[in-house]
């Protein structure tokens, strides 16, 4: 009889096993495949020249980029101290702990349970009747197994979407290092500038006070008027100004820095700016690796990958799925006999089971992963362009600010030739003082601005390494 009984069960589930595997050739899990982005990629940078060679400026070290030992030591404490930094490392660790789960997903689940049960009958009862002991207790020791068959990709495409969701994080945190060490050195740069501004405007304002002192004794001779004294002592306090403005954006830049660095406001040590020379070369290398250097388009295709497992899981959804639920353990209405042989029970239940009606969920549920999977690929498609845009300006800016600063030493070799030809033709009488005025004022700002297209061209070399995806490595 036992054997009979074993062979039906055999044959049942024989038979839900072969109802299982022709129902999955209806449908099975997509896998992936990377959209065919060849011809937009192709035209990501704005430029005559496309270049052929692949490597690039991306592809070298934040430590061999930046030479200066201040910086260094800056973006090394920002990079260890940074709360953006720190949020996003524990952003990767609660997605690692879901990716972990995810993995897991092919497990079944087991639970263990002990109860005590008492149960009271009444005498009116069809068994109360009849009883003396109305009064029973039972002790029972049980497991439970639960487990599901991934016969249409379901659980896989749910692990592939937390993994794409912990990946996604990891890009994530590299974006904001990349941003990190780019602001880091720009706010760097903007420092040793408004050094440079500031150093000009003291050596400015020695200048205007002696002119001051010059221009009254020729008040004094009868050479010019008290006008000229005026307006050279309204000159003078102009740079003193200058210089109050330029000390106070100097405690500004050095709180952001400090902001940057995870540390109480406070002042920074640092080199000069006519020491900083970046000698990389600058090479962009094809437009193709901004995909595996771009930290934020790795991100937004991890995004598309999640999206689309999802998408897989929601289609699944709608078809059979295959239990295996069985339960276990020992049961005895005595306490003494709880773990005696014959207190051992089983039970073991398989089926298929169908969703029908549920009210539109499952439906909906793969038509909004449809539709938002869709969503992560104009996502996709929008960050690659923005990153070619980046790229395009950045490396159009820094050829631009090359050519600039050449322009920009020339007016000033120019200018404060001027301004001495301007004050040796006053003191002789043939020159008028509101000319030396004039191009006292115009030497200052020519000065100012060569200092300001030098922090332009390290500020371009800054913002094309970080548009290309580089100092995460």
């Not at 496309?50 to 070290?61: C, H, N, W, Y």
Request: some cysteine; glycine content about 4%.
């Amino acid at each position: 009889m036992k054997s009979i009984i074993k062979h039906r069960n055999f044959s049942k589930g024989a038979l839900i096993l072969v109802v299982a595997l022709t129902l999955q050739s209806c449908f099975v899990a997509q896998d992936y495949a990377r959209p065919d982005f060849d011809a937009e990629t192709q035209a990501l940078y704005r430029t005559d020249n496309l270049p052929t060679d692949s490597v690039s400026i991306a592809d070298v070290s934040w430590k061999n980029l930046f030479k200066d030992q201040y910086l260094q030591q800056y973006i090394e404490e920002g990079l260890q101290n940074n709360m953006d930094v720190r949020i996003a490392i524990q952003q990767m660790v609660a997605a690692e702990a879901y990716a972990k789960q995810g993995k897991a997903g092919y497990l079944p689940s087991v639970d263990l349970g002990a109860g005590v049960t008492h149960q009271e009958l009444s005498k009116n009862t069809q068994f109360g009747a009849f009883l003396t002991d109305r009064s029973t207790d039972q002790f029972d020791l049980t497991a439970n197994l639960s487990w599901e068959a991934d016969i249409w990709g379901k659980i896989r495409s749910n692990k592939r979407a937390t993994q794409a969701a912990y990946l996604q994080s990891v890009a994530g945190h590299q974006a904001v290092k990349t941003q990190l060490i780019s602001s880091i050195a720009n706010t760097y740069y903007n420092l040793l500038a408004l050094d440079a501004q500031l150093e000009v405007t003291k050596q400015t304002i020695v200048t205007r006070k002696s002119s001051v002192e010059t221009i009254t004794s020729l008040k004094d001779a009868g050479q010019v008027t008290q006008v000229a004294v005026d307006q050279n002592i309204a000159q003078y306090n102009n740079a003193k100004a200058l210089q109050v403005d330029i000390e106070t954006a100097i405690f500004k830049t050095e709180n952001t820095l400090s902001i940057l660095l995870g540390k109480s406001p406070q002042q920074f040590e640092r080199s000069s700016l006519d020491t900083q020379n970046i000698t990389q070369d600058i090479t962009i290398g094809v437009p193709a690796k901004l995909l595996s250097n771009r930290p934020d388009v790795m991100a937004a295709e991890y995004n598309l990958i999640q999206s689309f497992e999802l998408t897989n899981v929601a289609k699944s959804n709608l078809y059979p799925s295959l239990t295996l639920t069985a339960s276990g353990g020992l049961q005895s209405l005595e306490l003494d006999n709880l773990f005696n042989a014959n207190s051992l029970f089983a039970n073991i239940i398989g089926g298929i089971t169908q969703p029908l009606f549920n009210q539109r969920k499952l439906k909906t549920q793969r038509e909004v992963t449809i539709a938002q999977q869709e969503q992560s690929l104009l996502e996709f498609k929008k960050t690659m362009l923005v990153a070619g845009s980046e790229v395009s300006n950045a490396m159009f800016s820094y050829e631009s600010e090359t050519k600039k600063f050449e322009f920009r030493k020339n007016e000033v070799e120019a200018l404060r030739q001027a301004e001495s030809n301007s004050e040796v033709l006053l003191k002789n009488g043939y020159a008028n003082y509101l000319d030396l005025l004039t191009a006292r004022e115009s030497a200052l700002n020519a000065e100012l601005n060569v200092i300001d297209s030098k922090l332009q061209q390290l500020v371009t070399i800054v913002d094309l390494y970080e548009a290309l995806g580089g100092g995460w490595r």
